[in-house]
Every structure is written in structure tokens, then in C-alpha cells.
């Protein structure tokens, strides 16, 4: 049997293969269904193959996507950080300009309010001494200034030019410990002279004891150093105590010498004008030029010495 198998083998091979095929026809047949069982079983198997290969294809597509937009983010976050920086940048110079025209616009209703010739100039610099008081201006000599002309704020006087050159200048701050200033009180006229201490607080000098000086009030130049206009407001009486033979007076200059930036420097050294009062340049800096020119006087002339004589003796000049 082992021989005619050995013997017919191909053909018993072939006869069993046309016989499955047969098979899988008719079973096929019966089934009423035009795609061939073979095709069946490659799907059955080739499938899940495919689900598995699609589900890593779309993974990595995820992957790369994310990645993708990830350096878009990051890229879109730098560029709204460099904006943000940039408007920041940009606010802070519109704040500086907005603080800069407030202050040029106070400046310049306190200058249409002055009866006085006066030239606008900026701080630029400052001594670097701590012991010196000086401030550095951008107008020298090329714009007209000269020593000893007086230095003005809305607020009040800060000192007086010391050197002058071409383009710039040196002012002497009222608190430098050689700077002197012949001034009054406002209420009650009593004279005196305020002296610098290389500190915040100043001195009012040569008021002898028994004058009723009152705390709080204002301190104004009296003219007679034929330096400083009369009139213009100082500072303000925050101490006042019996010496030896004058008594100890603590003033607070009213004008921020720490924050200047914009100032008036008077051209007309020594004119004696009196101002209607001393707290109206800081009470009324805002109102325009016209309003209180109708209720001014016109200009006053210079006069070699005031009608009333001060109580204590003058001091000497101001500065070396």
C-alpha cells in the first residue's frame, strides 16, 4: 500500500486538492457570497495586523503634531513676551512724557504769572559731594545767565547760579552750608537770614528770642541781599526755640530739592517785587496767566533798598 501511495502520490495530492476546492466552492455556493473563503481568511488574519499598524501610525502622528505645536507655542509665547516687553517699555516713556508735560505745563502758567524775566532750563546733573548742595543746569552763559541770578520752582526758590559756563551751569541749593538767603516771615515780618546746613532742614538765623515765631508759617525772601526777588516763598517754619541770644529756627525749604528737573532761572537779579503771597505760587500754579495779571500790578522797578529796614542786622554776602 506503502508503494502505490509512494507510486500515485502527486496524483492523490492533485485529487485532494481539486476535491477542498470543490468543497470550498460549494460550500461557498450555498452560502450565496461572491468573495472567496481564501480572501476571508487572509482578512481574518491580515486585520488585526493593520489595526495595530494604523493605531502605531497614528500614535507617532500624535506625537509628531504635539511636537509640532509645541515649538509653535513656544515660539508664539517668546514673541507675546518681547511684545509685552516692548509695550511695557513703551508705557513706562508715555508715563515719563505724560509727568514731563504736567510738570512743563505748571512750569509755564508759573512763569505767565511772574512779573519777572525768567529763562526755563532742565537739571542735568548734580555736584557729587554729599557735603556740597549743587545742581547742574543745560543753559550757560550762551543763553544769557550770569552768577548770583536766582533759581525758582513753582514751589518756591532752590538757590541761586554760582558758575556759569558756555553751555552749562552750577546752582547753589538754598541748604548748602554756604548759601544765605535774606528772608522774612510772611505773618509776622519778622527779618532774618535763612542758612544752609548741608541737611534737609535749614536755618533761620538772626531772630533774636522773644519774637513770636509760630510753627507752620512761611518763610519768604525779603530782598534785602539784592539777590533774590522780595517776595518769592522759602520755606516753612517747622521748630522754632530760645538760643543763647537768637533763637534756634528750623525750616523746611518748600520746593523738593531731591526731584528737581525743570526750574526757572530769573534774569532780573535784585528787583524787588513783592508777589501777592507767599503760598499762592504753590496753591494757585494751575490757574493761567491772564487771570492773575488782572488782579497784579504791573512791574515793579529796582530799587537800591527796601522802605523797612530789617529788625536784626544784615548778614554778610551769601557765598564766598
Not at 473563503?37 to 501610525?57: E, S
Not at 505645536?69 to 514673541?79: F, P, T, V
Amino acid at each position: 500500500m506503502e508503494a502505490v501511495f509512494s507510486r500515485h502520490r502527486n496524483r492523490v495530492i492533485l485529487a485532494f486538492v481539486l476535491l477542498a476546492q470543490l468543497s470550498l466552492l460549494a460550500y461557498q455556493f450555498r452560502r450565496g457570497e461572491d468573495v472567496p473563503l481564501i480572501r476571508h481568511g487572509t482578512m481574518y488574519v491580515v486585520t488585526p495586523a493593520q489595526r495595530a499598524m494604523r493605531a502605531v501610525t497614528d500614535a507617532f502622528r500624535q506625537v509628531v503634531h504635539g511636537y509640532l505645536d509645541l515649538r509653535g507655542a513656544r515660539r508664539e509665547s517668546q514673541d507675546l513676551a518681547r511684545e509685552l516687553d516692548q509695550l511695557r517699555i513703551e508705557t513706562q516713556r508715555l508715563r515719563r512724557e505724560a509727568s514731563q508735560a504736567r510738570r512743563l505745563q505748571t512750569l509755564l502758567d508759573f512763569r505767565q504769572e511772574l512779573p519777572l524775566q525768567t529763562l526755563a532750563a532742565q537739571v542735568i546733573g548734580s555736584g557729587g559731594n554729599e557735603i556740597s548742595h549743587i545742581v547742574i543746569l543745560d543753559k550757560g552763559s550762551n543763553a544769557g545767565l550770569r552768577p548770583d541770578l536766582p533759581v525758582i520752582v513753582p514751589e518756591g526758590v532752590i538757590g541761586k547760579v554760582l558758575r556759569v559756563f558756555a553751555d552749562t551751569s552750577q546752582v547753589l541749593l538754598i541748604t548748602d552750608a554756604n548759601s544765605g538767603v535774606a528772608s522774612l516771615l510772611e505773618g509776622s515780618r519778622i527779618h532774618g537770614v535763612l542758612r544752609g546746613t548741608s541737611r534737609p532742614l535749614s536755618q533761620l538765623a538772626y531772630v533774636v528770642n522773644g519774637e513770636a515765631v509760630t510753627v507752620g508759617e512761611i518763610l519768604v525772601t525779603s530782598g534785602e541781599d539784592r539777590i533774590y526777588p522780595k517776595g518769592l516763598p522759602l520755606a516753612v517754619v517747622v521748630a522754632a526755640r530760645p538760643g543763647p541770644e537768637f533763637q534756634e529756627i528750623e525750616v523746611q525749604p518748600l520746593a523738593q530739592l531731591n526731584r528737581l528737573e525743570e526750574v526757572l532761572v530769573v534774569l532780573e537779579r535784585g528787583t524787588s517785587v513783592e508777589l501777592e503771597s507767599a503760598s499762592q505760587p504753590i496753591q494757585d500754579a494751575g490757574t493761567t496767566g491772564s487771570a492773575r495779571q488782572a488782579n497784579q500790578p504791573s512791574r515793579a522797578p529796582a530799587t537800591p533798598a527796601l522802605s523797612r529796614p530789617a529788625s536784626p542786622p544784615a548778614s554778610p554776602p551769601n557765598s564766598p
